[in-house]
């Protein structure tokens, strides 16, 4: 659909032009941020200011000084675990409200769904009171059954809406040349739904790696704290330990496994994102 | 009733699938739930836990009778109304431009775009309250340095509530493009081409075929984000913790608040009734939507 008029190169260069500003409006903050985490501490003390030449030096000294370490391994650990649990169980429930019709499925569905509408923090008070009792406050195993609230119904949702687009020819077929249905789902329904078990592996690791309110009640111990919570901490510090520099460092680095996942799944988010939300 | 035994007798295999995560789900999620719901109806205070009584549904009128509350309930409807709105129409427009069939490096641009949404909300809250420090962030450097006065943008009773309306949409509107440029990307070229012809001005042609076209998509967007706003904490709580004042406070801070600032469990459980409410007739709108079964 090209056409090539004379008058349209104006149109062309607005939009151009349009587009860059936008991107530049989005991306200032974090310019401003990366500029300022890339500058020597002593010269951002006072909030603004930079370094030229820039330097790594408020990047390594937030890892020496924080403990941004530990919150980076708690963080990782933490969404990787919840992810394996969460996926494991997610596949074999999505695989029956996709394939079977069964007595109570829409009541399993829908029940599944509505913890989606729960504030994670409504679910904070009393998972605070239950895990006291048993012992699972400031605990890892605790944070991650936590996080299985909501990634276990969204995992199951995605997985539903994407299961039920494969045809199901295939499992039969699988089925009457003798597969058990333990192995149909292993060897035929897993390798089928790779890549969109993968984009949504991701979006669900990425979910329980941006969760603040659960983690900020259940756990107050810094040897058990994530991401999240440790920028929350050091936001407010300007102490002699903790400068500018070092806050931007830590939003900058924090900000890199999401944007590497970004960049891994580019090509599946726009169709995950409009499967998973909806036939509209 | 012997239909529905047989029928799940046929079946019983799903309910084996179904078993595992139902499971961890009755322990983690249904049951807490309920236990939340109950504690609600008493109340349990922490520092003396011992003492609780039932107190049926006092809790939740004293709530509804408590000026703080309102205060927090309504600050949750300016805030999600004014996030999703202003995020919808700014990502509209800049989904139409991305759209544009002049416009080159289409998916350079999109990952840029997405990468505000991708970054931990927490995280954004924390860079843009560094951004915004009433005397040494860099907005106001800027703001100084062109001979305005500062501006308080964390620390005004007054305004701040509309500030930190500011990184939230920032971060909303790159979703709000996605979603509604992977819409606009499946419109058929060939319903413009005959608007054109049959003389419809660009205008007319965005009016009667792209918006009708986006209708169902943004529906189910505008639901899904007053749902994500109305419940939310963790931003809020990091950029202002509900100050100053109660200025910002909005209902999940002030549930917060009640339940581990000044313990009260049982009434923080209550306070959480009507924000659960809306969500569910919120919710109840957005499932019906997406899923049509």
């Known amino acids: ?280 | 009733m012997k239909k529905i035994l047989a029928a799940m007798w046929k079946e019983r295999i799903a309910y084996l699938e179904l078993t595992p995560a139902f499971l961890l789900l009755l322990f983690v999620a249904f049951g807490p739930v309920v236990y939340g719901i109950i504690l609600g109806l008493t109340d349990f205070n922490l520092l003396r836990p011992t003492q609780t009584s039932f107190v049926g549904l006092k809790n939740f009128f004293a709530q509804l009778l408590n000026s703080r509350y309102h205060h927090a309930l309504w600050n949750t409807l300016f805030y999600t109304v004014c996030i999703t709105g202003f995020s919808f129409i700014a990502g509209l427009g800049i989904s139409l431009m991305l759209n544009a069939q002049k416009l080159r490096a289409k998916s350079f641009f999109r990952i840029l775009i997405l990468i505000p949404w991708v970054i931990t909300p927490v995280v954004v809250a924390v860079g843009w309250s560094i951004l915004m420090r009433n005397e040494y962030g860099f907005i106001n450097y800027v703001l100084i340095k062109w001979g305005f006065s500062n501006i308080n943008f964390l620390g005004d009773l007054e305004h701040t509530l509309k500030w930190i309306l500011v990184p939230m949409v920032w971060r909303s509107v790159p979703f709000v493009i996605i979603m509604l440029y992977a819409r606009l990307k499946g419109i058929q070229g060939v319903l413009y081409e005959a608007a054109t012809v049959d003389g419809a001005t660009k205008w007319q042609q965005f009016l009667y075929i792209t918006l009708p076209e986006l209708k169902a998509v943004s529906a189910v967007l505008v639901l899904y984000m007053c749902l994500m706003n109305a419940k939310v904490f963790d931003v809020i709580w990091v950029l202002t913790m509900g100050g100053p004042g109660d200025s910002t406070q909005v209902a999940m801070t002030y549930v917060y608040d009640v339940a581990f600032q000044r313990w009260q469990l049982g009434n923080a459980a209550a306070a959480s009734y009507v924000p659960m409410m809306i969500l569910f007739v919120i919710g109840a709108f957005y499932i019906r939507l997406v899923e049509k079964d």
């Open chain 1, 1 to 280: 659909m090209k056409k090539k008029f004379r008058g349209e190169w104006k149109e062309t260069i607005g939009i151009h032009v349009g587009m860059i500003l936008i991107v530049a409006a989005l991306f200032f903050p974090i310019s401003i941020l990366l500029i300022t985490s890339l500058s020597r501490p002593e010269d951002v003390q006072i909030g603004w200011g930079w370094s030229f030449p820039p330097s790594l030096e408020s990047h390594i000294k937030l890892w020496q000084d924080s403990p941004m370490a530990v919150y980076a391994f708690n963080s990782l650990v933490i969404a990787a675990a919840t992810v394996v649990i969460a996926l494991s169980v997610s596949i074999l429930a999505a695989h029956a409200l996709a394939r079977y019709r069964f007595p109570g499925r829409s009541l399993v569905f829908v029940s599944i769904l509505t913890l989606f509408l729960i504030p994670s923090l409504f679910l904070g008070i009393p998972l605070f009171l239950m895990f006291r009792a048993y012992g699972l406050l400031d605990t890892r195993l605790g944070l991650i059954l936590a996080h299985s609230t909501f990634t276990i119904p969204f995992l199951v949702w995605m997985l539903k809406n994407y299961m039920e687009t494969v045809p199901k020819e295939i499992e039969e077929s699988a089925v009457i040349d003798g597969a058990n249905r333990l192995q149909v789902i292993i060897h035929v329904v897993i390798p089928l739904a790779a890549p969109a078990i993968f984009a949504m592996a991701i979006f669900a690791f990425l979910g329980s790696y941006h969760q603040f309110a659960l983690n900020f009640v259940l756990v107050t111990e810094e040897s058990l704290s994530t991401i999240p919570i440790g920028a929350m901490r050091y936001r407010g510090v300007s102490g002699d330990w903790i400068s500018f520099g070092q806050i931007a460092a830590y939003t900058i680095e924090s900000a890199i496994p999401p944007i590497l996942f970004l960049l891994l799944t580019s090509k599946y988010i726009v169709q995950g994102l409009t499967a998973g939300f909806g036939k509209a």
